[in-house]
């Protein structure tokens, strides 16, 4: 009785054993389509929060997408405006800020110390139902590295990589931000600074902003983000062939479009796909990477 006892416990083990084997072989097609989650994770946390950025890793998520603004005392802010949201964001206070007058608070006319009491988390986000509340504040890019990087060391994580957006327009130069060499080094102070396991990229819409980034830094890969117009007229903008091509997804149609973009050298990694028939279009046209809200669908995509 003692001996099958302990042979059942044996094969129970062994089992056990064997299945964590076969979970962690289904999740390496990921490495193939490397699946960034958008802002963290935008359809289930708060937007570029630290929360959201953790919650995205433990689903999975081979790169965390982020946005970076200035501040008035030229901090490295994580965010996707240049001010204050009204669609997310509440006053320190606890009220909501209007439509009318959110560009009153602009960020780059405010100190750090003032940015990080304005809540961003509490609120919800209407076009995200199933985003959790959670009190949160717009972080530091510096302070989201450090919290990534002990965060996978604790719980002994797989590296990820860093997609930074550099938030960039030209008419609001001087304005809502700085000229695009400050900007550029700026965030480039702080990536220096850092010690990060994973690789990193940076990534913009504004031309200016990634051709002073390859003139002053032409190790660093670089992304070009697009939302019209054909690859070909889009690449005539810069002054080199980035490393990665980000166009909204919509643009991908075919996969004679995909192999005329890989045949310039360049990684193909669409946004925001969050649709599961979008998704599975985008896996199937052969994608590099695909940018999301809902990284766990895509990974289940992927695993299928």
């Known amino acids: ?9 044996f094969i129970l083990v062994v089992g056990c054993k064997q299945q964590v ?37 433990s689903k999975g998520v081979d790169v965390i997408e982020l ?30 800020i209007s439509k009318a007058k959110e560009k009153q608070f602009n960020l780059y006319q405010m100190t750090y110390d003032s940015i990080k009491t304005f809540e961003v988390g509490l609120k919800g ?18 302070e989201v590295i450090d919290s990534v990087e002990t965060f996978i060391i604790k719980h002994k994580l797989p590296a990820v990589g860093y997609n930074i957006e550099i938030k960039s327009v030209p008419h ?53 983000l697009v939302s019209k117009g054909g690859f070909k007229d889009n690449l005539k903008l810069l002054n080199f062939t980035p490393n990665i091509y980000s ?5 991908i149609k075919t996969k004679a479009m995909v192999d005329s973009i890989k045949a310039k050298n360049m990684k193909l990694i669409p946004w925001t796909v969050n649709d599961s028939i979008a998704i599975t279009e985008q896996i199937t046209l052969g994608v590099d990477g695909i940018i999301t809200d809902y990284p766990e669908k895509v990974i289940w995509q992927i695993q299928k």
Not at 33 to 52: A, D, F, L
Not at 125 to 142: D, G
Not at 175 to 180: L, M
């Open 21 to 57: 084997k076969l979970s962690k072989e289904k999740i390496e097609p990921t490495k193939h389509i490397q699946v960034q989650g958008h802002r963290g994770e935008r359809g289930h946390s708060p937007e570029n929060t630290i929360n959201g950025f953790k919650n995205a890793i």
């Open 125 to 142: 986000n209407v076009k995200f139902p199933q985003q959790k509340r959670i009190k949160a504040y717009k972080p530091l890019l510096a």
């Open 172 to 224: 609001q130069y001087g304005k809502y931000q700085p000229q695009p060499s400050e900007m550029v080094d700026l965030v480039m102070q702080v990536l220096n600074s850092k010690t990060i396991a994973g690789h990193w990229n940076i990534q913009s819409f504004d031309p200016e902003i990634l051709n002073e980034m390859h003139r002053k830094h032409p190790e660093v890969t670089l992304a070009f």
């Open 247 to 251: 166009p909204n997804y919509k643009l």
């Open 67 to 96: 946005d970076v603004v200035i501040s008035k005392d030229r901090k490295v802010v994580v965010s996707h405006e240049p001010f204050m949201s009204s669609l997310y964001v509440l006053t320190p206070q606890g009220e909501s």
């Open 1 to 9: 009785m003692i001996y099958l006892k302990c042979l059942a416990v």
